[in-house]
């Protein structure tokens, strides 16, 4: 399946972002071979060398950071300059170091704001950097879901200062999360969704959620946590109170992750009933398939009280009920959640088979 879905990407989307299955064709977001950057890793811990050592060349002879385009932050830190480092890792190659180190650099005008939170666009090419064209606002999960990578290339590279206005990788994403924890207007740990990068300060308070807009914040404060920073020592308290409001997706790995990791043995216990109410909302469904949004019925005890509004009845191949099977087999060894997994990569390949199957169809 796997080298299925890189031949089609390398015969109809090189070195483009993203390829679109269906029309054989390609999608541009910024222009910087996200699937192919982003799947490098991938390669080279399933043995794919020879598709690894084609997709090396593209990073060494065309890929670019110089050029005149807006990215956003926080999607090229995950998945641009995350794939980058990650690659380096398992590789020890240079040439991935490199690309990483001059892409960061390039990222840091983002910081240059009044209050220190980052805007959400950033022109590689022109050094630049800009709110959204409709708000001068952050959203609140990317400005705190960037530090991983930024304090991991301060780390490999030990740059202290870059110049005499920025300060180093690490630094700029510390001082982001210093402001956050110091602000007021959360709830019981909980955040609002929105920070403003002219004052600091929460906007839209009040509102709060574990979804879109909100969620790898929560993620991040643990794992920033296992990365090494004491800082973030009181992780565990805000997830003891998060868990109590909302049901997402990524929070059964999580908690399983900090209960592998010391943090109360209570998470692993929610976890394993979170990890079942996710599997539910595939099984659920005719097609086997998670919708976006689920509604449960607080009147009814039994998971089949269950609802999908029509603004909802899609799937969008998100992955977080996947990634925290992974860790739920890997903390229990119960081979039931990699079956769960297995069975949700069976329904995406049989819906695309069918799918092509139609095209086919049509075109005949």
């Known amino acids: 399946l796997l080298e299925h879905a890189w031949k089609g990407y390398k015969d109809f989307a090189w070195g483009h972002d993203e390829l679109k299955p269906i029309s054989k064709s390609f999608g541009e977001w910024f222009g910087l071979g996200l699937t192919l950057i982003d799947s490098l890793d991938t390669m080279w811990i399933m043995g794919l060398k020879e598709e690894f050592e084609e997709a090396k060349t593209w990073v060494e002879k065309e890929l670019t950071f110089n050029k005149n385009v807006d990215v956003n932050l926080f999607e090229t830190t995950i998945r641009v300059l995350g794939g980058l480092l990650s690659t380096y890792h398992l590789t020890g190659d240079q040439l991935f170091l490199d690309k990483a180190k001059d892409l960061g650099s390039r990222l840091m005008p983002a910081f240059k704001t009044p209050s220190k939170i980052p805007f959400s666009d950033v ?167 998670s919708p976006e949004i689920a509604h449960f019925s607080l009147q009814h005890i039994h998971l089949c009280a269950t609802a999908v509004q029509l603004s909802a009845v899609h799937n969008l191949l998100r992955p977080e009920t996947v990634e925290s099977l992974f860790y739920m087999y890997r903390f229990t060894k119960d081979t039931k959640y990699r079956d769960w997994g297995w069975e949700i990569l069976q329904i995406f390949t049989i819906l695309f088979l069918l799918m092509n199957f139609v095209q086919q169809r049509a075109i005949c």
Not at 242 to 259: I, N
């Open 123 to 289: 022109n590689i090419g022109k050094g630049t950097a800009h709110p959204p064209r409709w708000t001068s606002d952050s959203t609140l999960a990317e400005v705190t879901s960037i530090q991983l990578e930024f304090r991991e290339l301060s780390r490999l590279t030990q740059d202290s200062v870059i110049s005499s206005v920025f300060l180093s990788f690490q630094e700029v994403v510390n001082e982001v999360m210093k402001l956050v924890h110091k602000l007021p207007g959360k709830h019981d740990g909980l955040v609002p969704m929105f920070i403003n990068t002219n004052s600091g300060q929460f906007t839209h308070k009040g509102v709060f959620t574990l979804g879109a807009r909100a969620d790898s914040y929560y993620e991040y404060l643990l794992k920033q946590w296992l990365q090494g920073d004491l800082m973030f020592c009181d992780s565990e308290k805000y997830l003891q109170k998060l868990v109590k409001d909302h049901l997402v997706c990524f929070l059964p790995g999580t908690l399983a992750l900090g209960a592998h990791n010391n943090l109360s043995g209570d998470h692993m216990d929610l976890a394993v009933q979170l990890m079942e109410t996710c599997h539910q909302m595939y099984t659920q469904m005719e097609t086997g398939l």
